[in-house]
């Protein structure tokens, strides 16, 4: 079943200003995920949070994770051109002591234009 | 070298037919994934395997038939092709425990005519 579900559906800015993704989801998480993919290709992970964590962040990448609120945000700062791309949450979840799956949302679409 | 290689890239296939799609990770991984991605762009896994072992079967139907060989690979066969089939299959791999990360192979777009 659905988890992840991204705001906004697409995203369209220019090069140098920063994006702002949202993720909810629905239950209890061991873990959320963002994923990068570009047309055609398949996806790239960026950044895990565990359900312990607040903050984090990976070269100009920001994730803050609200377990309260079930809500997560990625923040890409001075954007570039090739960061056009589909963005993921995931929720990782403990399945059966020790396995996880993703369950993924349905993306937002960034486009950074030049 | 690649991680996580699937084959074929495009598979094009008249309804009724069975095909097969083949992952092979050479990343030592113990967990393998098929998800299927439809025309939305909605993701959603279908199987996890652990160890050859099948961990997560979710509701796909009975047409989708994984096989695991060893650790490495996990093949998809699909029988009696239907166009609703029709979308991208991924395959992906993680090591084993609860915060990991998946590593996507490049998919496989499935057209079903």
């Known amino acids: 079943s659905q988890q992840g579900e991204e705001d906004p559906q697409a995203l369209s800015i220019q090069e140098g200003e920063n994006a702002t993704m949202n993720c909810s989801y629905k239950t209890s998480i061991n873990n959320l995920q963002w994923y990068r993919q570009n047309s055609g290709r398949g996806l790239v992970h960026l950044i895990l949070i565990r359900s312990n964590e607040r903050e984090k962040h990976s070269g100009r990448l920001r994730v803050t994770l609200d377990t309260s609120k079930k809500s997560s945000s990625l923040l890409i700062t001075a954007s570039r051109a090739a960061d056009t791309a589909s963005y993921f949450c995931a929720t990782g979840s403990d399945m059966n002591s020790g396995y996880s799956t993703l369950t993924f949302g349905k993306g937002t679409m960034l486009l950074v234009s030049p | 070298d690649t991680a996580v290689s699937q084959t074929p890239k495009y598979l094009v296939t008249q309804m009724g037919n069975d095909k097969s799609i083949k992952c092979e990770q050479n990343?030592?991984?113990?967990?393998m994934y098929w998800y299927k991605q439809d025309s939305k762009k909605f993701l959603k896994i279908m199987f996890s395997y652990n160890n050859k072992e099948l961990i997560i079967n979710e509701t796909v139907p009975n047409r989708f038939s994984p096989k695991s060989p060893d650790k490495a690979h996990l093949n998809l066969h699909i029988n009696s092709l239907e166009l609703g089939d029709s979308a991208v299959y991924f395959c992906?791999?993680?090591?084993?425990?609860?915060?990991?990360?998946?590593?996507f192979g490049q998919g496989t777009r499935l057209t079903v005519v």
């Open positions: 992906a791999s993680s090591t084993i425990g609860v915060n990991t990360e998946a590593f």
């Open positions: 990343l030592g991984h113990d967990t």
